[in-house]
């Protein structure tokens, strides 16, 4: 157990206080709502043309009613730490030990940033076709590029310019934000030819690998895993998805 001055040297020497869950800070949750995340990502620094985006549902008819190209989803559900864990179990076999560098993952060691995590890993992955240039998130792309998933995690912590732009949208959802956010956001991208589960919240911290995929069959993919590894024989679960792609006039 650590003393309070032991605390106190380690924050003088500049050494980062994990708590139970491996927490260096804690923000305030940010609402799944897709106006308050593609405003948070404009000002970050993702181009105008690009947006978030309520999907419907997961049946192949809501899909053709996501604009295209779909870049990356976002799945938002309920959060309960027995059924996390449960699925983390299952999921073992799917593990990835290795990705390939141009997959950008990182650590949650942000509590309640799951929401602007999953925003992160929706851009960063997809950087070049998006065309980010400039703002918070390239900067932060460049200065991490070449650290490992957990300092990564750890850097955004110490973002302040990040950090600032989350709290500014942490209470402008559809409801009032809240310190402690019963809801959880993953997201999914292709990269290589693979389909990736991103959430550097799980207990092995390390990325899902879903299968073969394509920039034309990733939708599609993604909505297949998330039924098969989250609601497979469950009841009604109330889940929201939010898709990143191209500006509707």
């Keep these: 157990m650590s003393t309070g001055k032991e605390d106190s040297l380690a924050a003088a020497e500049g050494v980062d206080i994990e708590d139970e869950r491996g927490y260096v800070a804690r923000w305030v949750g940010i609402e799944s709502n897709p106006e308050v995340m593609t405003e948070f990502a404009h000002k970050a620094g993702l181009p105008s043309n690009w947006e978030f985006a309520d999907c419907l549902g997961l049946d192949e ?10 870049l990356a989803l976002i799945l938002i559900f309920p959060w309960n730490r027995e059924g996390v864990a449960a699925r983390d179990a299952a ?43 400039e703002g918070p998130l390239f900067d932060f792309l460049e200065k991490t590029r070449g650290l490992d998933k957990k300092a990564r995690g750890i850097a955004l912590a110490h973002c302040k310019a990040i950090a600032d732009l989350h709290a500014s949208h942490a209470e402008e959802g559809q409801t009032k934000a809240v310190e402690s956010t019963s809801y959880h956001f993953v997201c999914f991208v292709q990269k290589s030819g693979k389909l990736y589960e991103l959430d550097g919240s799980r207990p092995t911290k390390l990325p899902i690998c879903h299968g073969d995929s394509s920039p034309e069959t990733f939708l ?6 998330i039924k098969e590894t989250f ?16 500006v509707q006039s």
Excluded at 220 to 225: E, S, T, V
């Design 61 to 70: 008819e809501l899909l053709s009613f996501v604009p295209q190209p779909c």
């Design 91 to 133: 999921m073992a076999p799917k593990n990835c030990h290795e990705w390939p560098p141009e997959l950008y993952y990182m650590e949650q060691r942000v509590g309640e940033a799951c929401g602007t995590i999953a925003v992160i890993h929706a851009i960063l992955n997809n950087a070049e076709t998006v065309g980010l240039h």
């Design 231 to 246: 609601f497979a024989g469950s009841e009604t679960i109330a889940f929201g998805i939010t898709t990143l792609g191209p």
């Design 220 to 225: 599609n993919d993604a909505a297949r895993a």
